[in-house]
């Protein structure tokens, strides 16, 4: 189920303790080993608990379990402040999991991670009880509405207080970076039994309770960094050098063996500094020096210099305050797991687990590892991590439907258990102990402190009601069972490890299904058929349908996230096209050859409908609905207004572009076309269009579709026309609508293609004078401007629009529109539920009269206008506005 807020999570969990129902919290996702599973009641608390709330001028946040912690960072980043967990995976992971696993990250260590950074929470106990930890008497009420609990916890900790021995493992422990079993540490670090329960609660995996909200102290952010990869010999030499690399000062050392390497250049967008090593041995730390002012990193860059330089390098190290550099050096580490596992064979699983030892044995735990994957025979297993804090990943694929492999797998697991245990270390630092180590707990604690967690389990939740079997169980053989298996399905699914870096992207996630959740359900219908289940196959095919298919935009941001870049669109697209009808495709395919009718018409049809009273067409268009199915006829708007204009042709041989003007300006209005040729006139710029651009289309409505014939003869129409209009490729393209500037590009090889907002930002503003600057200006990016990389050109222009003085806004929770050409009109809850974020921020911002509201794509700007209730245009309209001779 999904939960919409904190009553409602109470009632269920007070309905499952009742009878007797387990019950697990899903939030974001999760590792193979806390992978949130349930053969009973799965409460999904992403949807309904994403609020941020900025207190203190930032100093302090307030946010639900929901939330990303990117969209959290998002939020503080206009105040210098950010969480202090910092995971590679701040894109995905959520709040939820972030306090459940009490994960850290690559510099927070222990210091600033959820347990040392959470000031207070409002929690659901199994009971149903709930508890705002921050409400004054708030001990008091717990003590009386929770009695056994409140005095439970003050007799555990008096128990591990009155034992040396557990006090001194503790301590040893938690030096550590450490998520193994529960932090039993709280028992020593706080003395109310409520501020224990809180911190109890960090790492709990949602076995204790319900975390409905949290404040947490925020850390500074240093704004000015340099950032460099230290390249080594080989793993030992690297691994044993961090004590001196940290000595220098660096604030980050992330570790990356050779395999780690090797995998980063495949990426079209590895960094020089990576793609240039001749990987054989290697390994290297990824470092950073952070500061507040350029002068105080000039002074750590000269103070961590000689250290750096005493090294044993295999070459010079390089340290880039670059931005772009920068940003490339960490993409390639936090895209680092999803990327090797991408890699793995088909048909397995990328498992991937994370210890940590006392950082002056790292070299040690680096050589143990490399023997047991040698002595068990894995092929390229990879060893990354936090080299700072000795808390090291290592990754390997298995085959969980082999039985020898799984023997295998047992057989390293346990030499793997021994090593950590004997170098001192804990065998989960900060993925959470989940269902893989839960039977170990003991090896690890020893059999007081474990009886200490049991019964602390049974004191919060007596009737075992929450992710039973995850952190503890009496199960030895638990770990062996309900491992995930990975079916071959087809490319696009059999590359996905279900990282989940999609889904804070995708516009339908709160509607229906997420990328990783479509590929997911093609994996479960592959393994039913397999398992000759095909009464399932069928009902995961009838769902599918509108879930998987029918509400996916198609727009593509998943790939623009995926580190292994997936695009589950494409996915979808073909589908589509295997599930089309003859009829269907042989009605778009000559749609392709009389495209000027057919958008002439589609004009005509909106100008007669917004001439007649509003119910009418809309009852028109739901019976139609009714009759061919809502993914055929759209659901008419009369906020769409009338039909744009035909397009006209525009000849000049002394052209310097070709302009594409877009056939949804015919559909559905908008004055971009217009605003482009009067401001490339103003700017003494020359244009021509094709002298059939009227019949035009970047074919994109085909190739979403499925129709594969009518695309294949729009784009061979399209290129063979501006084949001519550009000379044979001598002028550039430039198209006036972002979406169809990305599907232009996939048509049109060899020949150059500017979005609309790129040419007026690099040929006609320059030759431009800003007459009436707005106040402010909101900007929408769109998908396809996220795509093409022309995000900041739109943004550019509405600076321009504003002037010197003008506030230029982009609302940190933007994301697609979902309007997706016609699916806004097919489905508008899809839009409805993709622009509701963006919207409701819009809907805060204090903006002064005479405001603009922009984007890059008149569908988008359709979609925005419904979504807010204010005019979207595109950027380039306001700017022909702006610089309008006085």
């Known amino acids: 189920m999904t939960a919409r807020d904190t009553a409602a999570v109470a009632e269920v969990m007070r309905a499952c303790t009742r009878l007797r129902v387990p019950m697990t919290f899903r939030s974001g996702g999760t590792s193979l080993s806390g992978q949130a599973l349930s053969d009973s009641v799965l409460v999904d608390t992403r949807t309904g608990f994403t609020g941020v709330e900025v ?104 128990r591990v207080r009155e034992d040396p021995t557990s006090v001194a493992t503790l301590e040893r422990l938690f030096a550590l970076k450490n998520t193994m079993g529960y932090g039993l540490n709280s028992l020593l670090d706080h003395d109310d039994p409520l501020d224990v329960l809180v911190h109890l609660m960090v790492g709990s995996e949602g076995t204790l309770g319900f975390i409905a909200s949290a404040v947490f102290r925020t850390v500074e952010v240093l704004p000015h960094a340099a950032t460099g990869l230290l390249v080594f010999d080989d793993l030992a030499t690297a691994s044993s050098s961090v004590p001196d690399v940290l000595a220098t000062g660096v604030a980050t050392a992330e570790l990356l063996d050779a395999e780690s390497l090797r995998v980063a250049q495949a990426d079209p967008g590895c960094p020089a500094q990576i793609r240039r090593l001749d990987v054989r041995r290697h390994a290297a730390l990824l470092v950073e020096l952070q500061a507040d002012s350029p002068d105080a990193l000039a002074g750590l860059r000269g103070d961590a210099e000689p250290g750096l330089e005493r090294l044993p390098l295999t070459s010079l190290a390089e340290l880039t305050s670059d931005a772009g550099e920068r940003a490339s050096l960490w993409r390639t580490r936090k895209g680092l797991y999803s990327a090797v596992a991408a890699a793995r064979p088909q048909g397995s699983n990328a498992l991937l687990e994370d210890v940590a030892v006392p950082v002056d044995r790292l070299g040690e735990i680096c050589r ?43 057989d390293f697991t346990t030499d793997m258990i021994d090593l950590v245990l004997d170098l001192g270390g804990t065998l989960k630092a900060e993925h959470g102990t989940g269902r893989i180590m839960a039977p170990f707990v003991e090896r690890q604690y020893g059999a007081e402190l474990t009886g200490v967690m049991r019964e602390l389990k049974q004191l919060a939740d007596p009737h075992g009601t929450l992710n039973p079997g995850s952190v503890l169980t009496d199960d030895p053989g638990l770990w062996l069972r309900d491992l995930k298996t990975a079916p071959v399905v087809e490319e696009e ?79 979808v697209k073909r589908l589509r096209a295997e599930g089309s009808s003859r009829t269907a495709e042989r009605a778009w395919t000559t749609a392709a050859g009389h495209w000027g009718t057919a958008t002439r018409a589609a004009s005509a049809a909106l100008s007669v409908a917004d001439r007649l009273p509003g119910p009418v067409p809309v009852a028109l268009s739901r019976a139609g609905r ?81 129709h594969h014939d009518g695309y294949q003869r729009m784009a061979s129409t399209v290129r063979e026309s501006l084949h001519r209009a550009t000379d044979g490729g001598r002028l550039p393209v430039v198209v006036d ?78 994301g697609c529109c979902a309007f997706a050409g016609d699916r806004g009109l097919l489905h508008p809850e899809l839009t409805a539920s993709a622009t509701a974020p963006e919207s409701a921020e819009v809907a805060t911002m204090d903006l002064p009269a005479g405001a603009a509201y922009v984007s890059g794509n008149r569908t988008c700007e359709i979609g925005m206008s419904r979504a807010t209730g204010a005019t979207y245009r595109h950027v380039v309209e306001v700017l022909e506005e702006a610089t309008r001779p006085r």
């Open 55 to 158: 207190l203190d001028g930032g100093h302090r946040v307030r946010v639900q379990p929901g939330a990303t912690i990117r969209a959290v960072n998002t939020r503080l980043a206009p105040f210098g402040r950010k969480l202090g967990p910092d995971p590679a995976s701040e894109v995905a992971c959520t709040v939820g999991g972030v306090l459940a696993n009490n994960s850290s990250g690559m510099q927070c260590g222990t210091e600033l991670n959820s347990y040392h950074t959470v000031e207070s929470m409002v929690l659901v106990l199994p009971s149903g009880t709930v508890v705002d930890s921050a409400a004054p008497g708030a001990s008091r009420r717990l003590a009386e509405q929770e009695p056994e609990l409140h005095a439970g916890l003050l007799r555990l900790q008096r």
């Open 493 to 571: 699914v059999d590359r996905c490890v279900e990282c989940g870096f999609c889904e804070p992207v995708c516009p339908s996630r709160s509607l229906t299904l997420t990328p990783r959740q479509r590929i997911v359900l093609r994996r479960e219908r592959e393994s039913a058929l397999a398992r000759g289940d095909h009464a399932l196959v069928a009902s995961l095919d009838e769902d599918y349908d509108y879930d998987g298919l029918e509400t996916c935009a198609a727009d593509g941001m998943c790939a623009t996230a995926c580190p292994v870049l997936i695009n589950t669109g494409d996915l």
């Open 737 to 814: 609508a972002s979406s169809c500037t990305e599907g232009l590009t996939e048509v049109l090889e060899g020949m150059t293609v500017l979005d609309a907002t790129s040419f007026v930002r690099e040929h006609l503003l320059p030759r431009l004078s800003i007459t009436s600057p707005l106040p402010a200006v909101v900007v929408h990016p769109t998908c396809s401007s996220t795509a093409l990389g022309v995000t900041d050109d739109l943004v550019a222009l509405a600076r321009a629009c504003a002037g010197e003085a003008g506030d230029v806004r982009v609302p940190g929770a933007w």
């Open 626 to 706: 009714r009759v061919a199915g809502t993914d055929a006829v759209p659901l008419y708007d009369p906020a769409l207004g009338p039909g744009g204009e035909v397009r006209r042709p525009l000849a000049d041989p002394a052209a310097e572009a070709v302009l594409f003007s877009a056939c949804v300006g015919t559909m559905f209005g908008g004055g971009v076309d217009a605003a482009l040729r009067t401001l490339a006139e103003r700017a003494g710029v020359r244009l021509r269009t094709p002298d059939d651009l009227a019949s035009l289309c970047c074919g994109t409505p085909w190739k979403s579709k499925g």
């Open 368 to 410: 143990g590892l490399t023997g047991l994957f040698d002595t068990h025979a894995y092929e390229a297993p990879v060893i990354f991590g936090h080299a700072r804090d000795g808390n090291l990943h290592f990754l390997l694929n298995e085959r969980f439907d082999d039985a020898a492999m799984l023997r295998r797998y047992e």
